[in-house]
């Protein structure tokens, strides 16, 4: 008969494999997990080689859309490889600012075309804008021009869209023939509804003159005096030094048979500091400046508000003051602010001025007849 073994029960804990020793648990980097930089294993921490590419995407975003100067930008290029690549995505080359993208005239290079078109098919609304002003009046690339101004008026972009209402009043890049003073007008009214100021002065003046539109004094009037308003809420809101100086400032002493009133009935507005001017403006005024003086040449002219730039395109295009005939305008906006800023000192009759030009385009006509001839009529 043979022995009874006795056996111990164990109590079933789920695993089916033998029993085997316990072993000490050693630390292993999962293959999956990429191995530190270079940086680090020579005892160094790049931090910026940890951050995921999407992050710094977003990153200079922020930056490009808050530089003030071109160099902002081009010290991100110049900062690493990585950075340079980064920069020129395409999502950040349609955030940057005005100010980031503001090539001066002096400097204006194929590179720098290169550059502005590569933020246009990037998406910026304001490269669309600023490169079809330089191809409209620099390089007089006309229907190109007007395409990339559309192409910013399109998303809403208001500068475009004054800008294009311009070039409808004047006929820009045609004959006298191609004015369209009716989209002209409802340029302006879409580009005033986004707020900008200019466009909202000439939409007033439009309807009080009934040029391009009915006459409409009373409306007229209600939007030249919100133009006002938000040309004063606009400076008070922008921190600017010394503002107790220049709201104690008193206006300009009348010009003869000007009258003189509350600043915010006015034609020209308030007392205020002259706005900043578009990098495209002063891209316009520094370029013909390098290039000839105050004088586009072959008769042409600038407007003679220093904050424009914008030359004629043919011969008596701009409009001029009825009363000195010495200045033109390509606009009554641009009128307006000159003439609060400086022109309201200098004006002085001049009696035989409509004889001195022969062959103009209605010269001597009294502006808001509605036929688009180029005069303006002094500033109240």
């Given at each position: 008969m043979l022995p009874v073994t006795k056996t111990t029960k164990r109590a079933f804990s789920g695993d089916l494999s033998p029993a085997r020793k316990r072993r000490r648990c050693v630390d292993v980097v999962p293959s999956s997990v990429s191995p530190p930089p270079e940086s680090v294993v020579d005892g160094g921490v790049d931090l910026l080689d940890l951050i995921p590419d999407d992050l710094v995407v977003s990153i200079l975003c922020k930056l490009g859309s808050s530089s003030r100067c071109p160099a902002?930008?081009?010290?991100?290029?110049?900062t690493c490889k990585r950075l340079n690549g980064l920069a020129m995505n395409p999502l950040v080359l349609s955030k940057l600012s005005p100010r980031a993208i503001a090539v001066k005239a002096h400097n204006w290079s194929e590179n720098s075309h290169r550059f502005l078109k590569?933020?246009?098919?990037?998406?910026?609304?304001e490269a669309s804008y600023t490169l079809g002003m330089?191809?409209?009046y620099c390089l007089q690339n006309r229907g190109n021009g007007a395409s990339l101004m559309a192409k910013a008026a399109i998303s809403s972009h208001a500068p475009a869209l004054y800008s294009l209402a311009v070039i409808q009043f004047n006929g820009s890049g045609g004959s006298k023939n191609d004015k369209d003073l009716r989209a002209g007008v409802a340029l302006c009214a879409r580009a005033a509804f986004l707020g900008h100021v200019d466009a909202l002065r000439e939409l007033g003046h439009c309807l009080q003159d009934g040029y391009g539109v009915p006459q409409n004094v009373s409306e007229g009037r209600r939007f030249l005096v919100q133009a006002n308003a938000r040309e004063l809420a606009a400076v008070l809101s922008s921190g600017v030094q010394d503002r107790p100086t220049w709201?104690?400032?008193?206006q300009p002493p009348p010009a003869p048979n000007h009258g003189q009133g509350c600043p915010l009935l006015s034609d020209f507005g308030c007392n205020v500091p002259?706005?900043?001017?578009h990098p495209a403006n002063k891209f316009l005024a520094e370029w013909f400046a390098v290039r000839g003086g105050d004088y586009p040449g072959d008769g042409l002219r600038l407007c003679s508000?220093?904050?424009?730039?914008?030359?004629?395109?043919?011969?008596h295009e701009f409009r001029r003051c009825s009363v000195c005939g010495v200045v033109n305008y390509c606009s009554r906006a641009c009128q307006a602010l000159d003439w609060k800023l400086r022109h309201k000192?200098?004006?002085?009759?001049?009696?035989r001025w409509p004889d001195e030009v022969e062959g103009g385009e209605g010269n001597v006509q009294i502006d808001g007849n509605g036929?688009?001839?180029n005069v303006l009529l002094p500033m109240s």
């Amino acid at each position: 008969m043979l022995p009874v073994t006795k056996t111990t029960k164990r109590a079933f804990s789920g695993d089916l494999s033998p029993a085997r020793k316990r072993r000490r648990c050693v630390d292993v980097v999962p293959s999956s997990v990429s191995p530190p930089p270079e940086s680090v294993v020579d005892g160094g921490v790049d931090l910026l080689d940890l951050i995921p590419d999407d992050l710094v995407v977003s990153i200079l975003c922020k930056l490009g859309s808050s530089s003030r100067c071109p160099a902002d930008f081009i010290n991100v290029l110049m900062t690493c490889k990585r950075l340079n690549g980064l920069a020129m995505n395409p999502l950040v080359l349609s955030k940057l600012s005005p100010r980031a993208i503001a090539v001066k005239a002096h400097n204006w290079s194929e590179n720098s075309h290169r550059f502005l078109k590569r933020c246009v098919d990037a998406g910026s609304l304001e490269a669309s804008y600023t490169l079809g002003m330089i191809r409209f009046y620099c390089l007089q690339n006309r229907g190109n021009g007007a395409s990339l101004m559309a192409k910013a008026a399109i998303s809403s972009h208001a500068p475009a869209l004054y800008s294009l209402a311009v070039i409808q009043f004047n006929g820009s890049g045609g004959s006298k023939n191609d004015k369209d003073l009716r989209a002209g007008v409802a340029l302006c009214a879409r580009a005033a509804f986004l707020g900008h100021v200019d466009a909202l002065r000439e939409l007033g003046h439009c309807l009080q003159d009934g040029y391009g539109v009915p006459q409409n004094v009373s409306e007229g009037r209600r939007f030249l005096v919100q133009a006002n308003a938000r040309e004063l809420a606009a400076v008070l809101s922008s921190g600017v030094q010394d503002r107790p100086t220049w709201l104690t400032l008193a206006q300009p002493p009348p010009a003869p048979n000007h009258g003189q009133g509350c600043p915010l009935l006015s034609d020209f507005g308030c007392n205020v500091p002259a706005p900043e001017t578009h990098p495209a403006n002063k891209f316009l005024a520094e370029w013909f400046a390098v290039r000839g003086g105050d004088y586009p040449g072959d008769g042409l002219r600038l407007c003679s508000h220093a904050g424009c730039g914008r030359p004629e395109t043919r011969k008596h295009e701009f409009r001029r003051c009825s009363v000195c005939g010495v200045v033109n305008y390509c606009s009554r906006a641009c009128q307006a602010l000159d003439w609060k800023l400086r022109h309201k000192m200098d004006c002085v009759p001049v009696e035989r001025w409509p004889d001195e030009v022969e062959g103009g385009e209605g010269n001597v006509q009294i502006d808001g007849n509605g036929n688009g001839d180029n005069v303006l009529l002094p500033m109240s």
